[in-house]
């Protein structure tokens, strides 16, 4: 190809990349082994990889990531949050290569065409069931987000779903006092499931409803996805738990 030929993967209008380029599988397989670098614990996450212009490679880490949107799809909620919190750094973790590759291409192409924007987002591929305690200290989040995960509808499945008692045992480690776990998803039983785990485990209470209405990042949990707004153009349900991490009394 030419060097000043256009890219068939970039949008001529938006100068972001297109999706049908990166398309993959809903989603994929949480238990099987897949190939790609694992920082061996949190001090060992290169900042300088992610957030280049916050971070130059000879600086030392002056602060840390405090969002974490776990299976992030095509990045939307990343995007979103980008501008709403810009002095916060965030990250999304997805399992799917290819749709990784997009998050990283769509996020690139924004810092181009906004200068001094969306420097502070960045998207890793990796499995987060698996690799929480590799990215993040204790107590180091401040919002982790669930939206619209793989519901794994067999019973023997569900062990491969991404809110489980046994997760919500490191996403607690991982959140400070006072941080909130978002869940949304448009399958009733998913969403029952999400609730009742968050509801039993002693590490978390459910956000009242005026503080619900008073935070700004809800509002997104149904809008900012693909997967949100499919669901809304086909007039769908969603199903939604929010709650946050609290001292257990016990």
Not at 7 to 32: E, G
Not at 65 to 74: E, N, R, T
Not at 183 to 196: F, H, Q, R, S
Not at 209 to 222: F, H, I, M, R
Request: glycine content about 6%.
């Amino acid at each position: 190809m030419l060097k000043n030929e256009a890219s068939p993967h970039i949008s001529k209008t938006t100068r972001l990349p297109r999706k049908r380029f990166y398309r993959a599988r809903a989603h994929s397989n949480p238990l099987s082994d897949s190939h790609f670098p694992v920082p061996v614990s949190p001090c060992h996450v290169d900042y300088s990889l992610h957030y280049p212009q916050l971070f130059p490679s000879d600086r030392t880490v002056n602060s840390k990531i405090q969002f974490a949107d776990i299976g992030c799809g095509f990045g939307g909620l990343l995007i979103s949050l980008s501008t709403l919190f810009p002095e916060t750094l965030m990250i999304g973790m997805e399992l799917r290569d290819k749709v990784t590759e997009y998050v990283k291409e769509r996020i690139l192409a924004l810092r181009v065409e906004n200068p001094g924007q969306y420097q502070n987002v960045s998207v890793v591929r990796t499995n987060s069931m698996k690799y929480i305690p590799n990215y993040f200290e204790k107590g180091q989040l401040s919002k982790m987000f669930f939206l619209f995960p793989d519901p794994h509808f067999k019973e023997k499945n569900h062990r491969r779903r991404v809110i489980s008692p046994h997760l919500l045992d490191e996403y607690a480690y991982a959140l400070c006092i006072g941080g909130i776990i978002y869940t949304i998803t448009d399958v009733e039983e998913l969403g029952e499931w999400m609730k009742a785990c968050l509801e039993g485990h002693p590490m978390f209470k459910a956000v009242g409803d005026e503080e619900l209405e008073a935070d700004p990042v809800v509002k997104l949990l149904s809008s900012a996805t693909e997967e949100g707004q499919k669901v809304a153009r086909n007039g769908g349900q969603t199903f939604q738990a929010v709650y946050k991490r609290v001292v257990p009394s016990h």
